[in-house]
């Protein structure tokens, strides 16, 4: 997984992920990676309709878009 998400952030790739939040609540979201600091990844997130910040730790799993 953090191979995959490494790579769609190097290429600004879109990608879907499970996502916990610090509540429990899973969520799927789409994103558009902008950024990878530390143990946050910064990215738009389709489902908010805003830039958001996730905790590396957080998400469960990502699917990258296949061509």
Do not use: H, W
Not at 1 to 15: Q, T, Y
Not at 34 to 40: L, P, W
Not at 44 to 62: A, G, T
């Amino acid at each position: 997984m953090n191979r995959l998400l490494a790579r769609c952030v190097s290429e600004r790739s879109p990608f879907t992920m499970i996502y916990q939040s610090g509540a429990g609540q899973l969520t799927q979201r789409y994103v558009f990676p902008i950024s990878c600091d530390g143990d946050t990844l910064t990215a738009y997130c389709c489902l908010r309709k805003q830039i958001r910040m996730f905790k590396l730790s957080n998400i469960l799993s990502v699917a990258g878009k296949t061509a």
